[in-house]
């Protein structure tokens, strides 16, 4: 897992207030299928900004609406970050952590994007040290159903 912070996108602090967000992941999905994982990783980071401005200029949001996005190269995002109150799940936004794989409905994960993942709910992307997704199979906890974003 490779981790980049919200200062390796120039952008400050989140302005998302405090959210427990401890019932587990949830996997968002764009509306658009962007071709990224044939692309450099700096078309993710651009796509990635490109969310945030988004998110704060249109929707009106206080920040990019995840809690991280994973890239078909292996990275971890970070948005808002690990316990942040989220904006992309209507009636989940205190309760569940958001990931955006940032494909489209029609672009397979890779297993690098899967893999960097699985840090996500759990915090240990925040941590930079990965461990088991505790949604993944196997738990006792099942993630919400992956949606896709009108976010695309
Ligand atoms: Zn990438």
Not at 5 to 30: E, I, M, Q
Not at 76 to 86: A, C, D, K, L, S
Not at 112 to 130: L, N
Request: some cysteine; aromatic content about 10%; charged content about 15%.
């Amino acid at each position: 897992m490779k981790l980049q912070r919200r200062s390796a996108f120039g952008w400050p602090g989140t302005a998302a207030g405090y959210a427990p967000c401890k019932n587990g992941l949830v996997v968002h999905y764009d509306g658009a299928n962007k071709g990224l994982a044939r692309k450099p990783h700096s078309a993710c980071v651009d796509y990635w900004k490109w969310c945030r401005r988004f998110h704060m200029g249109t929707r009106g949001w206080a920040d990019v609406g995840y809690s991280y996005a994973v890239c078909a190269h292996g990275y971890v995002m970070e948005g808002r970050g690990w316990q942040r109150q989220q904006a992309a799940q209507p009636g989940g936004n205190s309760t569940w952590t958001s990931v955006t794989f940032m494909s489209g409905p029609a672009e397979r994960p890779t297993a690098a994007q899967i893999g960097a993942s699985a840090t996500c709910g759990t915090g240990s992307a925040a941590r930079d040290s990965p461990q088991p997704c505790r949604t993944t199979a196997g738990s006792s906890r099942r993630p919400a159903p992956a949606r896709s974003c009108a976010a695309s």
